[in-house]
């Protein structure tokens, strides 16, 4: 089992560019969303999916698109890159209700200059 | 809404004992703990739910008090390995599935 793969580790961006984080995951994980991450802020809720179809806001959602059309795909696209926009971007997921916690992916840290 | 954790930050000698704080005002249906090492992603540490039950971490205990929405994570006999920054994520009543987080705790075990 690979667990959570995002791609790429490392990009960056000019003001304006748009461009689609990858999140894969191979352990048939139900629930997966997507996470940033800013010093002093801890991880903040972007959008996340309760299974292929559903898809949900979460804290910081604006400037940012999501869907989920396969269970395992999980991509968040940034519409129009701000500065504002530059942080550690984390994806996780989670199987069911219950006893689980989220497996998170090693994270993509993305500069928009 | 982010739950608050306290403190912010604690320091301990390797063998101290520390306690994490987490708190939400909103009624919860889970309570969550990650550690995260610098430089890489957080990993579960343990999950607390509304009525009782609880699965984590062996050398890891913690609470969740479903009357005052408070949840603390109890480190015994740290270790040098557990410094880090932890975090609690809190789930509303209602099974969401919407996991928030707090700003973290960053611990540091000295030798």
């Known amino acids: 089992n690979a667990g959570v793969t995002q791609t790429p580790k490392f990009q960056v961006l000019k003001t304006g560019q748009s461009m689609t984080l990858q999140c894969a995951q191979d352990?048939?994980?139900?629930?997966m969303s997507w996470y940033r991450q800013d010093p002093g802020m801890g991880l903040r809720l972007i959008h996340y999916?309760?299974?292929?179809?559903?898809?949900d806001q979460g804290e910081v959602p604006n400037g940012y698109n999501v869907s989920r059309s396969t269970t395992e795909d999980f991509p968040l696209r940034l519409l129009s890159a701000a500065p504002s926009q530059t942080s550690v971007y984390f994806c996780?997921?989670?199987?069911?209700?219950?006893?689980?916690?989220?497996?998170f992916g090693s994270g993509t840290r993305l500069t928009v200059v | 809404q982010q739950p608050v954790q306290s403190p912010q930050a604690v320091i301990l000698r390797e063998g101290e004992d520390a306690v994490i704080n987490c708190s939400s005002s909103k009624a919860l249906y889970s309570v969550h703990w990650y550690r995260q090492k610098h430089g890489e992603a957080p990993v579960f540490l343990m999950i607390?739910?509304?009525?009782?039950e609880q699965k984590g971490h062996e050398k890891i205990s913690a609470s969740f008090n479903e009357k005052k929405q408070q949840s603390s994570l109890y480190l015994t006999a740290s270790q040098l390995s557990y410094s880090g920054t932890y975090f609690c994520?809190?789930?509303?009543?209602?099974?969401?599935?919407?996991?928030?987080f707090g700003k973290g705790t960053k611990l540091t075990v000295n030798p």
């Open positions: 999916s309760v299974g292929a179809g559903i898809t």
């Open positions: 994520g809190t789930e509303p009543q209602g099974g969401s599935e919407k996991l928030v």
């Open positions: 607390l739910l509304k009525g009782g």
């Open positions: 352990m048939n994980h139900e629930y």
């Open positions: 996780a997921s989670k199987t069911g209700t219950g006893l689980y916690g989220y497996t």
